[in-house]
């Protein structure tokens, strides 16, 4: 049987709904384009504020789906009917396996739609019945720090059992937003980059040579898309090829990775052509931690 993801995004369901159902359909598409580059066959459904991917390789796909922009979280799921007795029967055949003796468990319940029970008695009971099944392991709930969590989210007919969320990106999905130029010449132009492609923007990027590897082994992971030019070594020729590729497709802005000192001249190299840096605030130690979290989810 194919594997059962549910991917989660949250500010997209905040927009209105013109808005919302446009955004949707773009975070559709730039899901079946990372899976097309991947190879990975799926098949997408979705209700309000979630999708649903059907896959023959459900681990390979949670990698996918961390790349995504829009994606705040996934999560391999099973699915079973809305009512009490058969969420029940079948979280306590899941959890079994994954409830050492001592441990400290947690039941996250979510519920959407017109059930018998709220959120948080289906929470407590289904909590008081794995305490029940499992006696003899000493198990005890934890809701502050606990060790294994248990997430039931009832949506309508359907309930979604599962025990991890995978985080991806969140934000909003590449090209809802405007046409920008990054420039990579390290780490923290890499991170200017990834921050305006995660708030919709596509970003054509210009590396140097030590910008290069930023680009080609992180930043591309994020979008199959990607246009990428290479120049020289910084500062000498980077500015020209800079200001060609916004030219050439009528970029609304450029990205640099500026400090605070450096940004009052480059606003006025740059003339009237918008500036963003949004690591301008940080310290090299904060890019570098910030960084690492990028990576994390490219990997």
Not at 198 to 209: E, H, I, N, P, T
Request: glycine share 10%; hydrophobic share 40%.
């Amino acid at each position: 049987m194919p594997g059962l993801l549910l991917v989660r995004y949250g500010e997209l369901a905040l927009k209105s709904p013109p808005v919302r159902r446009e955004f949707e359909r773009t975070l559709r598409r730039n899901i079946l384009e990372q899976f097309v580059r991947e190879g990975i066959e799926v098949r997408l459904r979705s209700d309000r504020g979630h999708l649903y991917v059907e896959t023959a390789v459900p681990s390979r796909a949670i990698g996918v789906l961390r790349r995504v922009f829009g994606v705040t979280s996934v999560s391999e799921v099973h699915e079973v009917a809305s009512e009490r007795e058969i969420i029940r029967d079948r979280l306590l055949e899941l959890s079994g396996e994954r409830l050492r003796p001592g441990a400290r468990f947690a039941v996250r319940a979510r519920r959407t739609g017109q059930h018998p029970f709220t959120s948080q008695e289906l929470a407590r009971d289904l909590g008081g019945d794995v305490l029940e099944r499992f006696a003899d392991r000493s198990l005890s709930v934890d809701l502050e720090r606990p060790e294994v969590e248990l997430f039931v989210e009832v949506r309508g007919p359907r309930t979604y059992l599962s025990f991890d969320r995978r985080e991806g990106p969140g934000g909003l999905p590449l090209g809802v937003a405007g046409r920008l130029v990054a420039f990579v010449e390290g780490t923290r132009g890499a991170l200017g980059a990834f921050l305006m492609m995660k708030r919709g923007c596509r970003v054509a990027l210009v590396a140097s040579s030590t910008g290069e590897p930023f680009a080609r082994e992180v930043l591309a992971r994020f979008d199959p898309k990607l246009s990428l030019t290479l120049t020289g070594p910084p500062p000498a020729d980077w500015p020209p090829v800079v200001r060609d590729r916004a030219e050439a497709i009528h970029a609304d802005g450029i990205v640099l990775p500026l400090s605070v000192e450096e940004y009052p001249a480059a606003r006025e190299l740059w003339g009237d052509r918008v500036v963003f840096s949004p690591t301008v605030g940080w310290t090299d130690p904060e890019v570098e931690e910030r960084w690492m979290g990028v990576r994390a989810l490219a990997a």
